[in-house]
């Protein structure tokens, strides 16, 4: 029986805009960035702020040396919020009814300073933070791993104290699902445009 239920938080709770990141890069003077910009998960510097390695401090500085101009920290943010494109409000919704009916719902993203002061300031539109609807939530900068990592994972097991064939996990990342199918997670990897409550709504009813 499912107790638990883990989230990714872009392309699944928070639909994505890649066009629009690229293109604030891009305005940013940063000419590669269709190149260095992924929708799963970072490389180079980029990757390295989303583990840990680096604050969002450094990150700016090191973004200002490969546009060749002092950038500003609401400049990057500016930029990295170009991912987000909205959250719907029945998700939210979804969410809260999880809760309401004894779920445990894990926020387990992949993601960054920036965009995590964005959410913990105004998730949902109506100025609630990102914490008002999840009952715990990890996220690759605190803990220095960033999913596939099976040890991303892990360690969710293993904080929780919970078991993985009593936890489903939503994830828009083929790479991530087959991470986590291979503890004994049970998954669902919603496709692009595709309503993941449906499909959860539909596995706990099975």
């Not at 998960?41 to 101009?69: A, N, P, Y």
């Not at 790479?175 to 998954?187: E, K, V």
């Amino acid at each position: 029986m499912i107790k638990n239920i883990l989230l990714d938080l872009g392309g699944v709770i928070m639909r994505i805009n890649d066009g629009e990141a690229t293109r604030r890069f891009e305005k940013l003077g940063l000419s590669d960035a269709g190149k260095r910009l992924n929708s799963y998960v970072q490389s180079g510097f980029f990757g390295d702020l989303e583990e840990g390695k680096i604050t969002d401090e450094e990150f700016c500085k090191l973004l200002s040396v490969e546009v060749g101009r002092k950038l500003t920290w609401d400049e990057c943010q500016w930029a990295w919020l170009g991912y987000r494109k909205d959250v719907p409000q029945h998700y939210l919704d979804f969410i809260s009814q999880l809760r309401l009916k004894g779920y445990r719902v894990i926020l387990a993203s992949n993601t960054n300073q920036f965009m995590q002061k964005w959410a913990e300031s105004d998730f949902d539109g109506k100025g609630g933070s990102i914490a008002d609807y999840f009952d715990a939530m990890y996220r690759s900068y605190e803990w220095g791993l960033m999913k596939p990592d099976k040890m991303f994972f892990r360690n969710i097991l293993m904080k929780e104290v919970i078991r993985p064939e009593e936890t489903l996990f939503v994830d828009d990342s083929p790479r991530n699902i087959t991470a986590a199918s291979d503890l004994g997670i049970l998954s669902l990897c919603p496709q692009k445009k595709e309503d993941w409550t449906v499909m959860v709504r539909k596995f706990l009813k099975r």
